[in-house]
């Protein structure tokens, strides 16, 4: 079992924190007009998935914005945002602040997501939500970069997981 931090204290996350080099698993999450969408729509593409507790931080929300900025200069990569939002909220973000390089996604059904990827705070005063991490997917299916951010309310580190892409 991993562990991150919130406000400096630990924090246990479900589940293995995925690693680099593993094949990574297909989901089904929820977009912004309730449809379904997985990661095997993206076959052949980098794909960046920024996971967060939740857009109602300024962490997150800055998180979202600058993907949608570094996103826009990365040809055949898409990133997606990944928390237990509604899709309501998604939605209203991204119109509001212009997001158009992000695909916002919501993991509010019931869905193995957050255990197959390990970001499913299990206590503290976020538990059920998904803690701060970044990782990458290769073209090649399989996961390239991983950041489980030790801390929920830093920052993860952008210049990594975008060399990642560009590797």
């Keep these: 079992m991993a562990t991150t931090k919130f406000k400096g204290q630990p924090v246990k996350v479900i589940g293995e924190f995925i690693k680099v080099g ?28 920024n996971i967060f ?21 990365l040809p055949d990569t898409v990133v997606l945002a990944v928390s ?13 602040e212009g997001i158009e390089n992000v695909i916002p996604l919501s ?23 998904l803690a701060r991490a970044v990782i990458v997917v290769g073209k090649d299916g399989k996961i390239a970069y991983t950041e489980l951010v030790p801390e929920i309310t830093q920052e993860p580190d952008y210049e990594k997981a975008i060399a990642a892409v560009r590797k």
């Design 84 to 96: 237990k939002d509604l899709p309501f909220a998604h939605a209203r973000f991204c119109t509001t």
């Design 107 to 129: 993991d509010f059904r019931c869905s193995d997501f957050d255990e197959n990827y390990g970001v499913r705070m299990a206590d503290g005063p976020l538990s059920g939500l």
């Design 53 to 73: 507790p939740s857009l109602d931080t300024g962490v997150c929300a800055a998180s979202v914005r600058k993907f949608n900025e570094l996103a826009a200069g």
């Design 22 to 49: 593993a094949v990574a698993p297909d989901f089904e999450l929820v977009k912004t007009d309730l449809s379904s969408f997985s990661l095997k729509e993206l076959n052949g593409k980098n794909v960046i998935l």
